[in-house]
């Protein structure tokens, strides 16, 4: 589906204009928006926008990480959205050129479809619309950037829940957890840190370089994407804490287990002994006909438990 | 709770003057401070300074990172300050302009508060007024950052304190102390290096190049910054040491209960075994009619458990 | 082997021309490709071409790592292609003259032969044409580095495999699957990453500097290499999250069979000892003559048995 | 106590001069020292020199880092002097104008007293006077840096040490020094690194760029940082390694005392079983009657344990 | 030993010309070799050649890290051999003049004396002698370097080796080839980094800037470091996970271990004690009495140890 918008010299926006009408003089700018385009559609970046071929490649196939090309004319942008269920990326692709902001992506996207409703619905700001394709193109990415915070406050949520629940769960379960946010942290790292490079390369660009506003605009949502990198990365160091203290609390089980295990081995192993011994049925055996033998020898097997208990309260087992 | 002091062209501080006052000729230059501001007070900022909406944003919204921001007429600064307690971050946002210092802040601060009384309440240094509000700034930063360095010397005083106590306490309550001191450092990281960033980004920008004595106030709390930040990286590879020397030390505890396990299984399963044969009811067992069978019997285990311990020495196994 | 084509002013391509017309007026430019060059075939580069002798050192010489050097009228690269199968590197050199391509490689390659075949069996695009040598460069280049893509794939194919089949395989096949993992990646990561930073300096180089077009291109290929390390890097962590993982689960499972033997141990050690006691051979033994005596003693042990069951549910070790 | 040395034109060297003399005109330059200085004399910082109140708080508080601070007229260096007992960090101030040389320490420092002591002794270098503060100011560097190598070498001796020596301590005893390596050389490297880090802010400073000489002196310095910086991260990595290696032999071991563990109650068990049940008393076991029942059991045993044993063995447990 | 040779301005080479001679008209430069120098011989650096105090100490004093010092009139290298049996590194010192150069070492060196005969004995590429002394220290370097490389090679075919063999050898045996190798490594980054540091350092010092045949020389040899310098990395990190693949082969045996003891123990503990109970002696049993008592607890027991058995089939023990 291709739609258009153009917006009248006196700030007046008409949606649903068709594509030839967008060069028209009574537009000053206008915003085609590719949302999930069929073939057809897609040919008309090259047809009717004479787009770099590099670039319509781009925008076809999948799999680019964003970033920023600067052709004559026209600066072409590709950007990642988040889904905030699965954490997958979505492309998103802008042309931003002076009187026309092109956007194309392959599935349709709540982000674009706010920004276009808030332009299609309100009067707007009129000084940015000085620059109206670029301060369109802005928004989109705001849209975008702004997205990805909730994905990471489910992440800290969980983090900080983990921290505080401690014990109560079995260890394997905790470490299910742990393991899991990593793998999405690892997966939001993967769309954030390249987003943040993008736009520290668009701002220290000679193409931005020396216009205030602008930049100003740029530098705000580089300045979220810095906090959303530093989160994630501390975020990281606190699961590999997590993780680390629960092997060392497994490790620590692991020793009183086996304490229990030795030391009702080594209590019950010489008394078992004892009372093997005065089972054996040799002919001549002088304690078995001692009038009170059987109860000398139960007073020493609970002598000699007692005195064990003690060694190794002494070497502090039990603490 | 807006509040406002003027400070007249010699030198006298007026406390409690209305905000319209405050362009005021008689003033040199004036600080207004939004402690606590409720929303009204809070649209001050843009119907009484006309600040720009961006900066507003940022002051209203909270989750930023330390940044500096150049308006046209003054700079906006977001910085971070320190509760001892919890080691939450609080945000501190400063307006520098020519003739006034605009604080804004949703907590009451000490810090804060001792600044302004201190300006309140004494007779000044003359020469460093020429520029007044950069140097108040200059003030509140530096009771910002004076902060942090108690918070710091808590957690290095634990660690210390850990070092040396060593092996008194149980390996759990050890690591569980560890890993608190890990997750404390941690959080101090997330204020103290933005901070730091920011001091070398004010360093390195060109509002302040070439400007001989901001630098060196600056650059002093730059000072303070960088050694902080080295601490913390220390403490945190402290602090890996000492996991890695506890988890080691639960490692070599494991050897020696499971040392002592098969010591004592080794020892005794076969004399149990041979009281377990002189037990069976054949009816032929010729050693049961010796006359001193028993004793034999007896002596053949002392020699048995003589021989394995013996064994076990010369492996090594109770070094 | 030495083939060589002209291409003529008019855009004809001529393939199978013997080495010496190479420089005849009638080709616009040429590609000489020594493809497994014998001894005396590869002397040609010195002969013929009069290349630098380091440079034919380099091309002679296998183990070089993805350089660029710039020589008085001609550019020499060594690029890495990437066996799919073995994941090992083979060595290709390139000679970017103004009028001629060279292309040097020790063994036949299919994506030297494709760009080839594309080259010799279609009409290109004329524009391109202009430099001739150097996007026939490009296009080697290209060939290459898209070689690498599935070679990434596949590894990230068999970790999303490993990750979902999680706990039906045993540990150790698990484990040995990570760990031949990792070491592709790093295999990859040992071609890929010099080739990166082969292209930066090739972008950044005053060579390029200014000519819009080729760095286009090479900027593409930049990109390429720029998502392939960051996939690279991510899918290391990934293994290393899995491997901790592994060794966590390891340790659960070693935790709940150490319970089970010290349950069993626990519960059947005191029964083993109480028959014991009633099997020694005591000439009074009150209990013994008891009527019910025995069934007494079943009940003890049964009773004795429940009760440390009970205490070990209490303490939570069959969670 | 404040001591001073003036050094008059022709070279001759007047110690104990008092501090009002050292401006005089027949001195060519004058070296102060504060050492172990009570408050009152160290008011004299700010009196008599009227040094800038930043750097005379840096002098008097502890806990600076290494810095260089450039103020009209003198530079001022913060330096740290390393007690070679206790690894701990003594400051060292110094104030480096064009025709007096202040140095500023809480403690006597036998580095200083050595530079002390051979200018006040023999005759200098005369073409090395010509910038006589910023010399002296270089000898007292050289004698603190020199006093670094010891630090190290007695490490890395240890570190030798423990490799050659292996396996004859226990495991225990090595891990515990290997710990205490790891933290001598976090503490050396918590001087060391911000020494070179200053050195290197010199080196690279605006105020020494061009002039030859002292460059010469400051980057021999640096060359013995880095140097040192060196040692103490590989010597980390090598009580790293040893750590790691220490832990696997650590879980060879435990596997061998499992081994045996098993081994043992393997091949008891069954036979212990069989002793018991011949130990029953039930009115009707043929094989109780057997003439030579008895040795047939004792047979089986052998066989058993024998077959058991060879079991192990093929399995490889005893490898 | 202090031996030299003279160039003469036609190319011919006369070596073992006294000290004196070398600063003859006939000769164009000159190389003079002290291998092994005494005392008094290496006094002829300051007596004979008047170089630089601080470059004589360096060559005096061992333990220098690579590095390269300008002073007027002659650039002054220290270089690193490296001795392939024991990875011991031996200092060479370069001095580069104009129109000699000096070469210090305190062992004798076989890349040296190599160079010294290739170049005495075989007719030079003339072109190359235009700047005689550098050219012979590239040489030097350049076999220095060369030296490398099968010191590097050696490591990495036992790490294949390592790799292929895999479980043949026992573990304990795997784990010290592969901490050797580590240990090895490191001691040859010590040498190689700070090597391809001063490379690059001199690549991109102003003394070499824009002299197009020497860069491209000292090109060659940095690109041999770095590729030797990743090779090291990648190692350290096969190491690393090979040791990280022992560790957790360990512990699936271990894992291996326990199951065995806990599946004996489980299995015959409850026989054990139903034998016990058969054993005792109390004067009322009844199924003592029963003709078949004893074939019924036989059974019984066969019965037990199926059941368990099949038990843990179930839960996956024996996967």
Same mark, same amino acid.
């Given at each position: 589906?291709? =739609?258009?918008?153009?917006?009248?010299?006196?700030?007046?926006?008409?949606?649903?204009? $068709?594509?030839?009408?967008?060069?028209?003089?009574?537009?000053?700018?206008?915003?085609?928006?590719?949302?999930?385009?069929?073939?057809?559609?897609?040919?008309?970046?090259?047809?009717?926008? !004479?787009?770099? $071929?590099?670039?319509?490649?781009?925008?076809?196939?999948? @799999?680019?990480?964003?970033?920023?090309?600067?052709?004559?004319?026209?600066?072409?942008?590709?950007?990642?959205?988040?889904?905030?269920?699965?954490?997958?990326?979505?492309?998103?692709?802008?042309?931003?050129?002076?009187?026309?902001?092109?956007?194309? !992506?392959?599935?349709?996207?709540?982000?674009?479809?706010?920004?276009?409703?808030? @332009?299609?619905?309100?009067?707007?700001?009129?000084?940015?619309?000085?620059?109206?394709?670029?301060?369109?193109?802005?928004?989109?990415?705001?849209?975008?950037?702004?997205?990805?915070? $909730?994905?990471?406050?489910?992440?800290?949520?969980?983090?900080?829940?983990?921290?505080?629940?401690?014990?109560?769960?079995?260890?394997?379960?905790?470490?299910?957890?742990?393991?899991?946010?990593?793998?999405?942290?690892?997966?939001? =790292? =993967?769309?954030?840190?390249?987003?943040?490079? @993008?736009?520290?390369?668009?701002?220290?660009?000679?193409?931005?370089?020396?216009?205030?506003?602008?930049?100003?605009?740029?530098?705000? +949502?580089?300045? !979220?994407?810095?906090?959303?990198?530093?989160? +994630?990365?501390?975020?990281?160091?606190?699961?590999?804490?997590? =993780?680390?203290?629960?092997?060392?609390?497994?490790?620590?089980?692991?020793?009183?287990?086996?304490?229990?295990?030795?030391?009702?081995?080594?209590?019950?192993?010489?008394?078992?002994?004892?009372?093997?011994?005065?089972?054996?049925?040799?002919?001549?055996?002088?304690?078995?006909?001692?009038?009170?033998?059987?109860?000398?020898?139960?007073? @020493?097997?609970?002598?000699?438990?007692?005195?064990?208990?003690?060694?190794?309260?002494?070497?502090?087992?039990?603490?």
């Amino acid at each position: 589906m291709i =739609r258009a918008m153009g917006i009248t010299h006196d700030h007046k926006v008409e949606t649903g204009i $068709p594509l030839e009408s967008i060069g028209d003089s009574k537009y000053g700018w206008s915003w085609v928006d590719f949302n999930e385009a069929s073939a057809e559609e897609a040919e008309q970046l090259d047809h009717f926008f !004479h787009f770099h $071929p590099l670039a319509i490649e781009d925008c076809l196939h999948v @799999l680019q990480r964003p970033k920023v090309d600067y052709y004559e004319g026209y600066e072409f942008l590709v950007l990642h959205a988040l889904d905030p269920e699965t954490l997958n990326t979505e492309e998103v692709n802008l042309f931003i050129g002076d009187k026309v902001l092109v956007s194309f !992506h392959h599935r349709r996207l709540k982000e674009i479809d706010d920004v276009w409703n808030s @332009l299609a619905g309100r009067a707007q700001n009129r000084k940015a619309w000085a620059r109206g394709p670029f301060v369109a193109a802005y928004m989109v990415i705001d849209a975008l950037v702004d997205q990805y915070f $909730p994905c990471v406050y489910a992440v800290e949520d969980e983090l900080d829940e983990l921290e505080k629940q401690g014990s109560r769960e079995s260890v394997e379960v905790l470490m299910n957890q742990v393991f899991d946010l990593r793998s999405r942290l690892l997966k939001l =790292r =993967r769309t954030i840190v390249p987003m943040r490079d @993008l736009m520290y390369r668009i701002l220290n660009s000679q193409h931005i370089q020396g216009e205030k506003e602008p930049r100003a605009y740029f530098a705000d +949502i580089h300045d !979220h994407l810095l906090k959303l990198a530093e989160m +994630i990365e501390t975020d990281r160091e606190m699961t590999a804490d997590l =993780r680390d203290s629960y092997i060392s609390l497994n490790s620590n089980r692991m020793n009183g287990i086996m304490k229990t295990l030795t030391v009702i081995t080594t209590v019950f192993m010489p008394l078992t002994l004892i009372a093997g011994i005065y089972g054996m049925n040799f002919a001549y055996m002088p304690e078995l006909e001692w009038r009170y033998g059987y109860f000398a020898v139960l007073g @020493l097997m609970g002598l000699l438990s007692i005195w064990m208990i003690f060694a190794f309260l002494k070497r502090g087992w039990f603490k």
